[in-house]
């Protein structure tokens, strides 16, 4: 970048704090043009030259050096401005502009394997596959095995080197257990220890993946009937090929566990149970929809079943805590009092109880965690008993 002389105004000379500069600049950009650095006018050139000899007027050189800097800062500004106002005018041609999605349909993948790897991976409820247990456990004891049989070789090394005074050394020192001569029969205890890393690792990786398969969830009997049903009706791979889905006490699913899961199958039972169209287009959108064109296979938009589950358990949660209060109340100020307490007592009771079913049946809250809500819930009720008790005028007879 040049700088001009002084005494020389550049042929477009530019303010790079002006915004129409700005705009002219990002106007060149959009254009292809090649854009005209912005730079300083004459007088604040001048201005600039006089702010900097009145604090070193004998530094020629510097004053050249820092008035190159001002005018790069100046000029890096400016084109931080017009990028920014080049990127905002990036605007969709139309308001109504959508991204693009392509949905993948079952019909596009051949019959076979690909066509079911397609269908368990369409939706979380038919991912489910084998976690080969028994597998895990055979060779888990063969790997344990093998260690015990190195444990007992590693001790009679270690007994054998205890005995002579000679080879005692080699216990108490790493280096010249190391160092010693190969023996002419068996392995070194350094080639053993070797040996035993090896398997103790691969018998900690078998042993801690065996731990992460039991610890997935088992598919429910409802969506192995489903995966059950679409092989029987298409049967899509061989008799040997589809034996995994006998195996049903060995399989596992890969999704996430989901509280008040069991809520979901009940809408989705209601929804196949009751085929009508505008319930159908209703919890299906349109990228649901376009899976597949086969009548047997049902998909439905997860998120608007989970907001209909969503709305029933919030209304369950208003009429366990609005019903109970207007009865308590009702049978407070309309009953004698030793009928209304009874009353009360056998409406706590309920409702209690049936705060705690609903916790254990909606939540995956623990035992402890359903005991202290219950007993809040019940000391809510007892409250607002006491309280409307006390408000009641009290007659005399």
């Not at 510097?62 to 990036?90: E, I, L, N």
């Not at 605007?91 to 066509?115: F, I």
């Not at 679409?230 to 699913?253: C, G, I, S």
């Not at 597949?292 to 907001?307: A, K």
Request: hydrophobic share 35%; with cysteine.
């Amino acid at each position: 970048m040049s700088l001009p002389n002084n005494g020389s105004s550049p042929s477009s000379p530019v303010s790079p704090a002006s915004p129409a500069s700005s705009h002219e600049f990002a106007k060149q950009i959009e254009e292809g043009r090649s854009p005209v650095t912005p730079t300083f006018q004459d007088e604040e050139r001048d201005n600039f030259d006089e702010k900097f000899e009145l604090k070193s007027p004998n530094t020629s050189k510097s004053r050249s050096s820092t008035w190159a800097a001002a005018t790069t800062r100046s000029s890096v500004s400016a084109v931080q401005r017009a990028v920014s106002s080049v990127g905002a005018a990036v605007k969709p041609k139309t308001s109504s502009s959508k991204a693009l999605c392509r949905v993948s349909r079952l019909e596009d993948y051949p019959m076979g394997y690909p066509r079911v790897s397609y269908v368990l991976d369409s939706d979380d409820s038919f991912m489910m596959y084998r976690r080969f247990g028994q597998l895990h456990s055979r060779i888990l004891l063969q790997k344990q095995d093998q260690l015990r049989e190195m444990e007992q070789e590693l001790l009679a090394l270690d007994n054998k080197d205890n005995q002579m005074e000679d080879t005692q050394m080699f216990l108490r020192s790493r280096e010249e257990d190391e160092m010693r001569d190969p023996p002419k029969r068996g392995r070194s205890r350094v080639e053993l220890l070797g040996e035993i890393e090896r398997v103790l690792m691969e018998y900690g990786k078998v042993l801690t993946q065996a731990n992460q398969l039991q610890g997935l969830s088992r598919p429910t009997d409802r969506d192995h009937a489903s995966v059950s049903n679409y092989f029987a009706n298409h049967q899509p791979l061989m008799e040997d090929d589809r034996d995994f889905l006998y195996h049903k006490e060995d399989l596992v699913t890969i999704r996430a566990g989901r509280e008040h899961a069991w809520l979901d199958a009940a809408v989705e039972g209601f929804l196949r149970w009751y085929p009508c169209r505008p319930l159908k287009y209703l919890f299906c959108d349109s990228e649901t929809r376009a899976k597949t064109s086969d009548t047997t296979i049902h998909y439905f938009t997860r998120s608007r079943i989970s907001f209909v589950v969503t709305l029933l358990i919030t209304l369950l949660i208003l009429v366990l805590l609005v019903v109970p209060i207007w009865v308590l109340y009702y049978l407070t100020i309309s009953q004698k009092a030793g009928v209304a307490d009874t009353m009360c007592i056998g409406v706590l009771l309920i409702c209690t109880l049936v705060f705690s079913c609903v916790l254990s049946l909606f939540t995956k809250a623990k035992r402890h965690e359903i005991l202290a809500a219950a007993a809040g819930y019940c000391a809510v009720l007892v409250v607002f008993v006491g309280n409307v008790g006390n408000n009641i005028p009290q007659t005399v007879s």
